[in-house]
Nanobody
């Protein structure tokens, strides 16, 4: 089993930056990818981006428009989501996820990001 714990959420003003962290524990050797999703109240959960742990290749939702960056520290079993130029519409609960080649099997508890105007 794998456990994921997010941190770093909070309140930030529009235009600001925030970095989220996700620490994985358990059988992390089984993981192929880790990523981030977000969900605002009344909306569907949406894909933000992901990273391939072995080589660091990243994939992002087109809507990010270059504002978000995912990185990882494999030695620490940690992935990060650097969010820049934040907008009120970025307000959501952000979830860390991890999984194998075809799916995300594990999910964190989520961390709230609120962007004020």
């Amino acid at each position: 089993q794998v456990q994921l714990v997010e941190s770093g959420g909070g309140l930030v003003q529009a235009g600001g930056s925030l970095r989220l962290s996700c620490v994985a524990s358990g059988r992390t050797v089984s993981l192929y990818t880790m990523g981030w999703f977000r969900q605002a109240p009344g909306k569907e959960r949406e894909f933000v981006g992901s990273i391939i742990l072995s080589g660091g290749r990243t994939v992002y939702a087109d809507s990010l428009k270059g504002r978000f960056t995912i990185s990882r520290d494999n030695a620490k079993n940690t992935v990060y989501l650097q969010m820049n130029s934040l907008r009120p519409e970025d307000t959501a609960v952000y979830y860390c996820a991890a999984g194998d080649y075809v799916s995300f099997n594990y999910w964190g508890q989520g961390t709230q990001v609120t962007v004020s105007s």
